[in-house]
């Protein structure tokens, strides 16, 4: 039985240009550092499970003012539920995003190939390549940068609207780095910077990196744009609690 440990009824900051509900599913097969659902991957049994009717009941009475469903995680492609929790929500009329790290490209064409999915977002956590990606990762599964570029081809071929995005952590990204991503992207419409938070992070002693400042993240766009021209920055600059 799939278990939601999290449910956040109403937000516009998780599916842009839409109002949204987002659920969340517990575990992860990545340990990326920076990661800020600790707890949710290492201590899911330590969260309250969210009764499905809770959901369901929301939606109901939101009915025509809630326009989609969030699925988060965690990984959300660790569950054999997922295809079902997707038609789920469609039948109750709201289109549905999926939130994946894209290493698991055999079960992301599968969902896929369900046709109840609206919208992929999608991790790209470093440049393609085996070193910089098992250290922003946290795992060292020998093919799985291939298994991402699977799950890249899967989703570029697969007609559904979706957007590559790259948390932008000090210490593993930079210029260069965000280059050699955007590179690799070439083509793609949306390719999203997102700002990195110094909070509660699953290795804490990322907590206390000094995030990059708006500058910073400028000067990184550029560099993304000269490949993926409609490449933008999402979120706002973190403050640092300890500073
Ligand atoms: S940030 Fe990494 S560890 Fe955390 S949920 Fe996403 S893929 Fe998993």
Request: overall charge negative; aromatic content about 6%.
């Amino acid at each position: 039985m799939l278990e939601i440990k999290g449910f956040i009824p109403n937000t516009m900051l998780d599916w842009e240009g839409m109002l949204a509900s987002t659920v969340f599913l517990p575990r992860c097969n990545f340990r990326c550092p920076f990661c800020q659902n600790a707890e949710l991957v290492l201590h899911p049994e330590r969260l309250e499970t969210v009764p499905f009717s809770v959901i369901s009941d929301y939606l109901r009475d939101r009915s025509g003012w809630v326009d989609g469903v969030c699925i988060t995680g965690g990984e959300p492609c660790l569950h054999e539920g997922l295809p079902g929790l997707c038609a789920d929500f469609r039948a109750r009329g709201v289109k549905v995003k999926l939130d994946t790290n894209g290493s698991l490209p055999g079960v992301l064409e599968s969902v896929l190939a369900e046709g109840d999915i609206d919208y992929v977002s999608m991790d790209i956590k470093a440049p393609l390549e085996a070193g910089p990606y098992r250290i922003a990762s946290g795992t060292d599964k020998p093919d799985l940068v291939d298994l991402v570029r699977r799950s890249i081809d899967i989703l570029r071929s697969s007609g559904i609207e979706h957007e590559f995005r790259t948390t932008v952590v000090p210490l593993m990204h930079g210029p260069s780095e965000v280059a050699r991503i955007a590179q690799q992207l070439q083509g793609e419409k949306r390719f999203i910077l997102q700002h990195f938070s110094p909070r509660d992070t699953l290795d804490p002693r990322f907590s206390s990196l000094r995030p990059f400042t708006e500058e910073d993240m400028q000067a990184m766009l550029k560099q993304a744009q000269q490949y993926v021209p409609g490449a933008t920055v999402r979120g706002a600059p973190a403050s640092m609690s300890n500073q």
